[in-house]
C-alpha cells in the first residue's frame, strides 16, 4: 500500500475543494493514484459539494422538533427558495431536527452523528451534489426543562415542523401538559409575530440598555432639558422600551388587553399550578446572512450565451 503523504493530501484538496478526510481517504482507496482519487471524490459528490461551497447560502428551512420536555431549532440553508419546495431538502431538515433533538445544539456534533450508516455531514454532501446547490447547516438551538413543555410554532410551514421562522419556548410547572402545550404554542405565535428580545429586563444585553439611554438623553438635551429632568425621563422612557422588547412586559397578541406575564398567570388556573417561561428561542430564515446584490437579467443573458444589451 502507497503511503499516503500529507503533501499529497494537499494537491488532492487544492485539485477538488474536498475536506483534508475526505482527500485522505480517497488517496488511500485509490493506493495513492491522484487521478483515480479524483474521480473517487467526484463520484461520492464530495468534490462538486466542495466547490459549491463558496456560494452564500441564505435560503432554505428552519426547522423544529419538540419531544415533552425537550425542543430543537435548526437552520438549514441552501441557495434558492426552490429548493426549500425540494421533498428531499425538507427531509433532509426533519431529520437533521430529529437528530439535533438527541445530540443537542451544537453544529459540529450533529455534523458527524451517524444516521444509519452515514453522518449528516455525509447526508448534506449527498443532497448537494444530487441537487446541485450549495447547503449548510447553519446554527441550532435546544431547550429542555425537568418538569413542564416545551412548545413550538412554524411560520410560513411547507411542511408539518418546518418553515420559514420557527419557535421554542420552554415552560416549566408540574400542571397539565396538554393545557402547557396549548398556551406554549400561543406564546410561541406571540414571540414569532412580536420578536422579543429578552424575558424580562434583566436578559437584555448591557450595551442596548445603554445604547437606549443615550439616544433618550441626547434627544431630550437637543429640547434643552436641564439634565435632572431628563435622567427622570429617560428612567420612564425606558419603561416603555421594556414593554416593547422584554417578552413578559409585550401586550399578549391574543388579547393585548394584558401583557404576556398577565396571560401566563391568568391561565394558571386551566394548567393546575404556576407556570413559568424558563426560554425562548426566535429563528428567522437567513436572518444576519449577507446575501450578494445580484442582476438576475444578466444572469440569464450569460447562462444563455448571450451579453445583456
Not at 438549514?76 to 427531509?91: H, I, K, L, M, P
Not at 446554527?139 to 412554524?154: C, D, H, N, P, T
Request: with cysteine; aromatic share 4%.
Amino acid at each position: 500500500m502507497a503511503t499516503i503523504s500529507a503533501a499529497m493530501v494537499k494537491e488532492l484538496r487544492e485539485a477538488t475543494g474536498a475536506g483534508m478526510m475526505d482527500c485522505k481517504a480517497a488517496l488511500t482507496e485509490n493506493n495513492g493514484d491522484m487521478q483515480a482519487s479524483i474521480d473517487w471524490l467526484r463520484k461520492k459528490g464530495l468534490s462538486k459539494a466542495a466547490k459549491k461551497a463558496g456560494r452564500v447560502a441564505a435560503e432554505g428551512l428552519i426547522g423544529a422538533m419538540t419531544s415533552g420536555t425537550k425542543g430543537v431549532l435548526v437552520e438549514v440553508n441552501s441557495e434558492t427558495d426552490f429548493v426549500a419546495r425540494n421533498e428531499q431538502f425538507q427531509g433532509l431538515v426533519k431529520m437533521i431536527a430529529q437528530v439535533a433533538l438527541h445530540a443537542g445544539a451544537d453544529v459540529e456534533k450533529i455534523k458527524v452523528t451517524k444516521v444509519g450508516s452515514a453522518t449528516v455531514e455525509a447526508a448534506i454532501n449527498d443532497a448537494i451534489a444530487t441537487i446541485g446547490e450549495n447547503m449548510t447547516l447553519r446554527r441550532a438551538a435546544s431547550l429542555e426543562v425537568g418538569k413542564g413543555v416545551v412548545a413550538s410554532y412554524v411560520h410560513g410551514a411547507v411542511i408539518d415542523g418546518a418553515g420559514k421562522m420557527g419557535v421554542i419556548v420552554a415552560l416549566e410547572s408540574a400542571g397539565n401538559a396538554d393545557e402547557l402545550s396549548a398556551l406554549g404554542r400561543q406564546v410561541a405565535m406571540h414571540i414569532a409575530a412580536a420578536n422579543p428580545l429578552a424575558l424580562d429586563a434583566s436578559g437584555l444585553d448591557p450595551e442596548v440598555v445603554k445604547r437606549e439611554k443615550d439616544v433618550l438623553a441626547d434627544k431630550y438635551r437637543q429640547q434643552g432639558k436641564p439634565e435632572n429632568v431628563i435622567e427622570k425621563i429617560v428612567e420612564s422612557g425606558l419603561k416603555t422600551y421594556y414593554k416593547e422588547v422584554c417578552l413578559l412586559e409585550q401586550a399578549f397578541i391574543h388579547d393585548t388587553g394584558k401583557s404576556v406575564g398577565q396571560a401566563v398567570k391568568e391561565a394558571e388556573g386551566k394548567v393546575g399550578g404556576p407556570v413559568k417561561i424558563a426560554g425562548f428561542v426566535r429563528y428567522a430564515l437567513g436572518e444576519g446572512i449577507e446575501k450578494a446584490e445580484s442582476d438576475f437579467a444578466a444572469e440569464v443573458a450569460a447562462a444563455s450565451g448571450q451579453t445583456k444589451a
